[in-house]
């Protein structure tokens, strides 16, 4: 069974610059999950996809950060404009359903620097 | 609302035992464990649910107590491949936001 596939898996921009990450989860997971990990801090959750209907995205910063998950499979997070505060591994999980019950998978994720 | 985990870091020898323990502010229906290696992606551990179901890996036991929102993590008989830094995941149910723990870094040393 393949895993939660991520690209790119490292990314450097300067401020100010957008960037977009994509995710493809395990084929037949219903939900799907975005995190921003910054080194030594534990992942915090961004969005929370349960087919392509959003769960939860009350720690996305609407400002600057968007989500979309096209018919309930791939997803895409992006940044646009970028801060300095924004570099992080982005990880990108799925499950089979919603976490009260079921594992999460984690992709390899993104390395993002913001110069 | 993030759980908080003790100890922050822990340093044991091949073949001893450690607890890591879990607390949150919050009511919660299940607890996650997970394993998270340097430079790599956390992998599950274990589920302890509301009402004492659990699902994961064998080898793995852990608690978790409903009224005290609080969940402890047994590793014993350390092994070096136990090494990495365990999260705890803290999920209120249908509708609450699910959070990872503040971590916790153990070291196994031969």
């Known amino acids: 069974e393949a895993g939660v596939a991520q690209s790119p898996r490292y990314k450097i921009i300067e401020k100010r610059q957008s960037v977009a990450f994509w995710c493809n989860p395990i084929?037949?997971?219903?939900?799907l999950y975005w995190y921003q990990q910054i080194l030594g801090q534990g992942p915090k959750l961004l969005i929370q996809?349960?087919?392509?209907?959003?769960?939860?995205d009350s720690q996305l910063p609407k400002d600057r950060f968007s989500a979309e998950r096209l018919k309930g499979v791939d997803s895409t997070l992006k940044i646009q404009p970028a801060k300095l505060e924004d570099s992080a591994v982005y990880l990108c999980a799925s499950s089979p359903g919603l976490p009260s019950y079921n594992e999460q998978f984690f992709g390899p994720g993104t390395r993002l620097t913001v110069l | 609302q993030q759980p908080v985990q003790s100890p922050q870091a822990v340093i044991l020898r091949e073949g001893e035992d450690a607890v890591i323990n879990c607390s949150s502010s919050?009511?919660?229906?299940?607890v996650h464990w997970y394993r998270q290696k340097h430079g790599e992606a956390p992998v599950f551990l274990m589920i302890?649910?509301?009402?004492?179901e659990q699902k994961g890996h064998e080898k793995i036991s852990a608690s978790f107590n409903e009224k005290k929102q609080q969940s402890s993590l047994y590793l014993t008989a350390s092994q070096l491949s136990y090494s990495g830094t365990y999260f705890c995941g803290t999920d209120g149910g249908t509708g609450n936001q699910f959070y990872f723990g503040t971590g916790t870094s153990l070291t196994v040393i031969p």
């Open positions: 919050k009511a919660l229906y299940s």
């Open positions: 996809f349960q087919n392509n209907g959003v769960v939860d």
């Open positions: 084929s037949g997971h219903a939900t």
């Open positions: 302890l649910l509301k009402g004492g």
